[in-house]
C-alpha cells in the first residue's frame, strides 16, 4: 500500500517537474518569435547606415545604453527583494546629465566617459549579485540540476537577442539622419540671371548673390518635425563667410560654436522637400575654391564647391 502511494507521489512530481519545464520551453519559444518579428519588423525600416555623428551624440548613445542596462539590473534586483537605492541614485545621476541641454567641452566627455567605464564594471558586479539572488530565491535551480542548465541557456539567449536588439537600434539612429541631394550653386546678377556652377568658375561681377539649392533625400526611419537648417560658404582659406546684419550667426557643431551664412527653419515631413538659400555677400568674393556645407542642426548633411576667378 504505501509502496503504491510513494509511486503515485513520485509519478506526480515528475509530471510536475514536466510541466514546469513545458512551461519554460513554452515562454522561451514566444519570447523567440517575438523577439524575431520585432527584428524583422525593425529591418524592414532600415534602408542605407550613415556612418555621421558628433562626439555629443555618441556620449549621449552610451549614456542612453547605460541608463538602459541599469534599469534592467534596478527591475531585477528589485524583484528578488536586493537593495536598488544606490543603482537609482546613479540612474538619476545619467538621466540628468543626459537632459541637459548645453553642449559638453572636450575635458567633460573625457570624465563622462571614464564614468561610463566605472560604471559599465559596476553593472557586471550587480549581475553577479543577481545571480546570487537568484540561486537564494529559486530553489529549482538547486533541486534540478537539469533544469537549472535549461534556464542559463534560456538566459543567455535572451541576452544575445538583446544585444542584437540594442545594435539593431543603434543603426537605426544613424540611418535617421538626414541627407541633402541634387545640390546646386549658382551666381545671381544684379539683373537676377542665374550661372550654375561647371567646371568654370565664377566672375565677382557676375555674383551679385549666391544661390544654393537642393532637396532633401527620402527618409522613413527619420522622425517628422521641426529642423534647423544652416548653410555655411567657406571663403578658400577654410574661414566661414558671415554677416550678422544679414542673418548670419553661430551654432553648434562638434562641440564648437561656428558661424553660419545663412539657415532656414523648416518642419521635415519627409517629402523630399526642396530648399533655396541666398546670401548677398556686398563684396568682392576672394579669388579660390570656395565650398558650401548643409548642416541639421549640429551634423552635415552634404557638402558642394565652387571657385571664383
Do not use: C, W
Not at 527583494?81 to 544606490?86: E, W
Amino acid at each position: 500500500m504505501n509502496t503504491e502511494f510513494e509511486n503515485n507521489s513520485t509519478q506526480k512530481k515528475d509530471q510536475g517537474k514536466n510541466i514546469i519545464i513545458i512551461v519554460l520551453v513554452l515562454l522561451v519559444i514566444i519570447s523567440g518569435i517575438k523577439l524575431y518579428t520585432d527584428y524583422v519588423d525593425r529591418t524592414k525600416k532600415t534602408e542605407e547606415i550613415l556612418l555621421l555623428s558628433t562626439e555629443n551624440n555618441d556620449l549621449n548613445k552610451r549614456l542612453d545604453s547605460v541608463t538602459y542596462q541599469l534599469d534592467l539590473r534596478i527591475q531585477e534586483i528589485e524583484k528578488l527583494g536586493g537593495d536598488v537605492k544606490g543603482l537609482e541614485e546613479v540612474r538619476d545621476q545619467l538621466m540628468s546629465e543626459r537632459n541637459t541641454s548645453r553642449q559638453r567641452s572636450a575635458s567633460e566627455i573625457a570624465s563622462l566617459n571614464a564614468k561610463i567605464k566605472n560604471y559599465n564594471s559596476m553593472i557586471v558586479e550587480k549581475d553577479q549579485e543577481i545571480l546570487e539572488l537568484r540561486a537564494m530565491n529559486q530553489q529549482l535551480f538547486t533541486e534540478n540540476q537539469d533544469l537549472k542548465t535549461t534556464q542559463a541557456e534560456i538566459e543567455e539567449e535572451v541576452a544575445q537577442l538583446n544585444i542584437q536588439k540594442e545594435d539593431l537600434q543603434a543603426k537605426i539612429n544613424v540611418a535617421s539622419m538626414l541627407k541633402a541631394e541634387n545640390i546646386e550653386i549658382a551666381a545671381v546678377n544684379s539683373r537676377g540671371k542665374e550661372r550654375v556652377e561647371t567646371t568654370k568658375d565664377f566672375k565677382n561681377r557676375q555674383i551679385e548673390r549666391i544661390k544654393v539649392s537642393f532637396n532633401l533625400a527620402d527618409n522613413k526611419v527619420a522622425d517628422k518635425g521641426p529642423r534647423n537648417i544652416y548653410v555655411q560658404v567657406l571663403a578658400p582659406n577654410s574661414q566661414p563667410i558671415f554677416d550678422v546684419a544679414k542673418g548670419s550667426g553661430t551654432f553648434i557643431v562638434h562641440g564648437a560654436e561656428q558661424f553660419y551664412t545663412v539657415k532656414q527653419d523648416i518642419i521635415f515631413d519627409n517629402t523630399e522637400q526642396e530648399l533655396t538659400f541666398f546670401y548677398e555677400k556686398g563684396s568682392d568674393y576672394v579669388s579660390g575654391n570656395h565650398q558650401v556645407k548643409i548642416f541639421v542642426d549640429n551634423y552635415e548633411i552634404g557638402s558642394k564647391s565652387f571657385s571664383v576667378k
